[in-house]
């Protein structure tokens, strides 16, 4: 198999299947989770639910200043890293022409030394969260073998595509190959584990912002 | 294309030369357009214009070498790419530089006499003749009726030729990788050179077709040294093939500022920005084109306005459609997006409706607590 | 009384769930399993689906942040819970423990394990469900897993005791309205107004809690003070006083329903418009949000807090104060009203009326701190401990504004307050809210 083929691969079938499997997996864990429903609430409602569930959505992107206080490198990481691999997944101009590819929807991307620097701070960042992960008591005392899990899978793809896009791995086809073989991974190990909290908590959000807000507090 | 002037070749002469040097002169080369020649090879060759003397007496005293140029499945596109070189120099001195023995397009022999040229090549320079192949061949798992030449299947042919050949030189996609013959579904069962020589070094100059500046540097490392060029993971000289297109392009710059054409003839098209979004193969491919250009240094494929095809690099026929970017993958991803997101959610709803008689029936059959349960733990 | 002989086997439940030695009385982890079906529903998949693990609930928690104690993580504490969930309430997880990839199994000895972590170390402010990244409303699921606990056998002693005690005598405390018969005359006699008992279609029927009426008998003379002056119609009701629920601590709506129940059937035999809560978190939060789920119907009356009764009279322009505490005064919000309840602003605005140098904690709100001590932790003689461990996090907020009192509306978070600031020897007095405003009424001419 030459690096060719292993590209071809990659993001022919493989791509397929993981999507495949990606797709199925997550929309039956979606559709078990909004389908169980909730039970008839009888209280007198203080205030909605719609518009505070989608506040809280929109404010559990930032904490409040008493958590960012007590956990300020959780917080500081936790954005960084998330904040960066949403960049480079939705402004680097290959991924835009995937998306663009996809769903005939595209948007600016952002310069490659921009999207080349967001990464190496995301990777560093997830290096950090890492070792925070082993080393604060709480994070250590809650983790298991699947939170190792995705961070490696979560950290692969960046790390690969960073690889390529520098042409550390030569020739350029097994390059973007691995990165893709790594995608394809993330992508087929979602549904699985809790990355899927990636659009599961916004539903999570929704209900507490929902929940808290029909008895009139903005959570 | 066909306008340019013709510096009168095919040029199928036999000389009775023995020397390079002596071939030369008798051509009426002289020795400041030969130094040029090798001046311009030792920088194909990524080596120091200092040596070019140096190349230059190797390449004088040595001995023409018997060349023998194999046809098969091929459209005779590196053939016209080599012989149709605008410059007349570098390309045309080396043709004259070797004895090409054999080669269709190029011989005046024809039928039983031009076969007993390739014999008579190969007696007569027995382990020290190159072959130079252009054109993929019938593997040897596929009938080898798909592409004969008097009589003789390719297979076999390159087999006997190659025994006594010093080297192989696999020139053009299709003898490197495959190429068009081998592209899906490959009725041909199409092989590359390599895929069935092992026991002689194979030289991959690939390129759909390669740029002639590419043969003659590999011939004229042979020439001058004896040796064989350094090779990539794909057996391509590396002094050629060691950067990617994109990475030696004039139009990355607007690649790294977010400027693209969207079509071929928009805006970005006419000011020249990148042609990532047109489907430019650039980052995979590797190649000279975008430092050599092509046609003497005229133009080359990016600049003349399209992306590059990657022909350069094996399966490029296969590998996504050319106008589309580099990074979609190649099938329905929509279509098994929604078509499994469906079945997905339909089995989802399934179990949440399974889900949820868990929880009716859970709610029909519990037993309240009471306080005089409660009291009983006490 | 219900014969619970056979407890039904919980479907799904396997031969080690059977195998699992039956805890006292009737209680089972079958059964506890079947409680814990039926309080699934989407928010807790969605919720269980979101983990990641951050452990940043821990930042928001006082047992966690005043013990160090990694177990103390609220988002751990419902292991038990999110276990069943990921392999009954999910295909994937049902498919594993189906193909016997998954052997882990949700059982007694782990419910025992989880009994201190769901009811000792957690006081149910709700804290947690505010800060969680991935929006978890952990408070939420604490409260479902607890029915779980009490039908599995598994809930403390002191709760299961003032449960009884709350459903067999009407109060969790054991109190008689003989008690508070005898409080009533006494307010009677010191303000020289009536107390207006079971008077149909009053405006507003007032109900107290046991540990008003035992250790801050000034409520019931503040509000008999205020309402007269504000010319409110009320009464209270000799068929039920007690506003406080037992059952929602413990986590039963059963015995929760049962309480409600008394306080509906108290209200609508006075054909009353209004029902207040006393100064008393969980009782405003049992009667006012889980009362009509738990009775599975809506009110035909409106149920507030006392604090949101005297907001409103205020803005109706009918309390008429005067002078102002010029101490240095701060505030405690008690979680079920301010986080849990959205009653935030109104205790402000009735401090304005009456204190001249009033100082907010630093996190208050909906960002309060719980005083460490509600959710049942107060009932529970097992939790002492780490009850004062989590006054702590209180403790250090006053310290942050160095009040000269503090002032609350919650008998419970008082009764903290005091033994808290007095065990940690601050001389700090703690009163509640609804006295400070009878103190400063204008008299009437």
Redesign the interface.
């Known amino acids: 198999m030459?690096?060719?083929?292993f590209?071809?691969f990659t993001?022919?079938?493989l791509?397929?299947l993981a999507?495949?499997?990606?797709?199925?997996?997550?929309?039956?864990?979606?559709?078990?989770?909004?389908?169980?429903?909730?039970?008839h609430?009888?209280?007198?409602a203080?205030?909605g639910q719609w518009l505070p569930g989608l506040k809280?959505?929109w404010r559990?992107f930032y904490?409040?200043p008493?958590?960012f206080q007590?956990?300020p490198f959780?917080v500081l990481v936790?954005t960084l890293w998330h904040v960066g691999f949403v960049i480079v997944l939705l402004l680097f101009?290959?991924?835009v022409?995937?998306i663009k590819?996809?769903?005939d929807i595209a948007w600016?991307?952002?310069?490659?030394?921009v999207v080349d620097a967001v990464t190496a701070v995301t990777m560093a960042a997830l290096v950090a969260a890492l070792i925070h992960r082993l080393r604060?008591?709480?994070?250590?005392?809650?983790?298991?073998r699947e939170?190792y899990l995705?961070w490696t899978v979560t950290f692969l793809p960046v790390v690969t595509g960073y690889l390529a896009y520098h042409?550390l791995i030569?020739?350029?086809?097994l390059a973007?190959g691995l990165h893709?073989l790594t995608v394809n991974l993330f992508l087929m190990v979602l549904?699985?584990t809790?990355l899927?909290?990636i659009f599961?908590?916004?539903?999570?959000?929704?209900?507490?912002?929902a929940?808290?807000g029909r008895?009139?507090?903005?959570? | 294309m066909a306008a340019y002037p013709h510096p009168g070749r095919p040029h199928p002469l036999p000389t009775t030369a023995a020397t390079l040097g002596e071939a030369l002169r008798e051509q009426g080369v002289s020795r400041r357009g030969f130094l040029k020649f090798c001046a311009a090879t030792a920088s194909l060759m990524a080596l120091p214009p200092t040596l070019a003397p140096a190349i230059a007496s190797a390449l004088e005293q040595a001995r023409r070498p018997s060349v023998i140029w194999l046809s098969f499945q091929e459209c005779t596109g590196c053939t016209e790419a080599l012989t149709r070189s605008f410059s007349p120099t570098v390309e045309s001195l080396i043709l004259d530089l070797i004895s090409l023995d054999y080669h269709h397009t190029l011989q005046a022999a024809a039928g039983t006499a031009a076969e007993l040229a390739r014999e008579q090549a190969m007696h007569a320079n027995a382990g020290e003749y190159l072959v130079v192949v252009d054109g993929s061949l019938p593997g040897p798992r596929a009938n080898p009726g798909y592409s004969t030449i008097a009589g003789i299947s390719n297979l076999q042919m390159l087999r006997e030729t190659i025994d006594g050949a010093a080297a192989v030189v696999a020139v053009g996609t299709c003898a490197a990788?495959g190429g068009l013959p081998q592209a899906r579904p490959n009725p041909t069962g199409a092989v590359a050179v390599s895929d069935v020589v092992r026991d002689r070094p194979v030289i991959n100059v690939s390129g759909c077709p390669p740029l002639p500046m590419v043969i003659t540097g590999v011939l004229a490392q042979f020439l001058t040294f004896g040796n064989l060029p350094e090779l990539?993971?794909?057996g391509r000289p590396r002094a050629f093939f060691g950067q990617?297109i994109h990475?030696r392009c004039y139009r990355r710059p607007f690649?790294?500022?977010?400027l693209?054409a969207e079509t071929f003839d928009d805006e970005g098209a006419r000011k020249g920005w990148c042609l990532?979004?047109l489907g430019c193969k650039g980052?995979?491919a590797?190649n000279a084109c975008a430092t050599m250009k092509w046609n003497g240094g005229t133009s080359w494929p990016v600049e003349a306005g399209h992306p590059c095809l990657g022909c350069s690099?094996?399966?490029?026929w296969?590998?996504?459609g050319f106008y589309?970017?580099?990074?979609?993958?190649?099938?329905d991803?929509?279509g098994?997006?929604?078509?499994?997101?469906?079945?997905?959610?339909?089995?989802?709803?399934g179990?949440?409706?399974l889900?949820?008689q868990r929880?009716a029936a859970a709610k029909a059959e519990r037993t309240p607590v009471t306080a005089a349960e409660l009291e009983q733990t006490l | 009384m219900t014969s619970v002989a056979n407890p039904a086997i919980a479907p799904g439940a396997t031969e080690a769930d059977l195998d699992q030695t039956t805890p006292a009385g009737s209680f089972s982890l079958a059964r506890g399993l079947v409680a814990w079906r039926e309080e699934?529903?989407?928010?807790?998949?969605?919720?269980f689906?979101?983990?990641?693990?951050?452990?940043?609930c821990?930042?928001?928690c006082p047992f966690?942040?005043e013990t160090?104690d990694?177990?103390y993580?609220p988002?751990?504490k419902l292991e038990p819970l999110r276990l069943l969930w990921e392999q009954e309430?999910?295909?994937?997880g049902r498919l594993k423990v189906k193909a016997g990839l998954d052997q882990r199994r949700v059982t007694d000895a782990m419910l025992a394990q989880w009994e201190p972590l769901l009811y000792d170390s957690c006081s149910m402010c709700g804290r947690c469900?505010?800060?969680?990244?991935?929006?978890?409303?952990i408070q939420?699921m604490i409260r479902k897993a607890r029915e779980g606990m009490v039908a599995s056998g598994h809930a403390p002693e002191g709760l299961v005791a003032a449960s009884v005690r709350a459903v067999t005598t009407g109060s969790p405390m054991g109190l008689q309205w003989k008690t508070l018969e005898v409080q009533i005359k006494h307010v009677e006699t010191a303000t020289g107004l009536t107390v207006p008992i079971d008077q149909p279609a009053a405006d507003y029927l007032v109900l107290l809690s046991s540990m008003e009426i035992i250790n801050f008998p000034e409520y019931l003379e503040a509000i008999t003070k205020i309402f007269d002056h504000a010319g409110v119609s009320w009464t209270l009701s000799t068929q039920c006083f007690e506003a406080t629920n037992a059952g929602i601590q413990i986590g039963s709506k059963d015995i929760a329903a049962q309480l409600v129940q008394r306080v509906v059937d108290a209200a609508e035999a006075l054909a009353v418009k209004n029902v207040i809560s006393p100064e008393c978190g969980h009782a405003y939060t049992a009667i006012?949000?889980?009362?009509?789920?738990v009775?599975?119907?809506?009110?035909p009356f409106?149920?507030w807090h006392i604090i949101e009764v005297l907001d409103q009279l205020r803005a109706q322009g009918r309390l008429q104060t005067e002078g102002k505490e010029d101490d240095r005064l701060s505030l405690h919000d008690p979680c079920n009203l301010?986080?849990?309840?959205?009653?935030?602003q109104q205790q402000r605005r009735l401090m304005d009326l009456i204190a001249g140098n009033f100082v907010d904690l630093?996190?208050h709100g909906?960002?309060q701190w719980c005083c460490g001590a509600g959710g049942g932790v107060s009932s529970n003689e097992r939790a002492e401990p780490l009850k004062l461990a989590a006054f702590k996090r209180k403790k250090a907020q006053i310290e942050e504004v160095e009040p000269e009192r503090m002032v609350t509306m919650c008998a419970t978070c008082r009764t903290q307050l005091e033994e808290g600031l007095e065990e940690f020897n601050m001389d700090i007095p703690v009163v509640g809210l609804t006295e400070l405003i009878a103190d400063h009424l204008v008299e009437k001419g």
Request: hydrophobic share 40%.
């Open positions: 030459t690096s060719m083929d590209l071809l993001k022919g079938p791509f397929q999507l495949t499997i990606f797709a199925l997996g997550l929309s039956v864990r979606l559709a078990e989770v909004l389908l169980l429903g909730r039970r609430n009888y209280a007198e203080r205030g809280t959505v559990r904490p409040d008493g958590t007590r956990a959780d936790g101009i290959p991924h022409e995937l590819a996809t769903f600016p991307a952002l310069p490659n030394p604060h008591p709480v994070k250590r005392f809650l983790s298991t939170d995705i042409r030569n020739p350029y086809p973007l893709i549904p699985f809790k899927t909290h599961t908590a916004f539903i999570a959000r929704w209900y507490n912002g929940i808290f008895k009139g507090v903005q959570s | 990788f990539d993971e794909y990617s990475d690649y790294d500022k977010g693209f990532y979004r980052p995979m590797y690099e094996p399966n490029f296969d590998a996504g589309r970017a580099l990074s979609v993958p190649a099938g991803t929509r098994t997006l929604f078509a499994a997101g469906a079945i997905g959610a339909t089995v989802g709803a179990a949440a409706v889900a949820r929880s | 699934m529903d989407a928010a807790v998949a969605a919720f689906s979101s983990c990641v693990h951050c452990g940043l821990a930042s928001a966690y942040v160090g990694p177990q993580t988002i751990h309430y999910t295909l994937w469900s505010l800060v969680c990244p991935v929006g978890n409303d939420y006012r949000w889980e009362g009509p789920n009775i599975q119907r809506a009110y409106k149920v301010a986080r849990k309840s959205g009653v935030i630093k996190e909906e960002f």
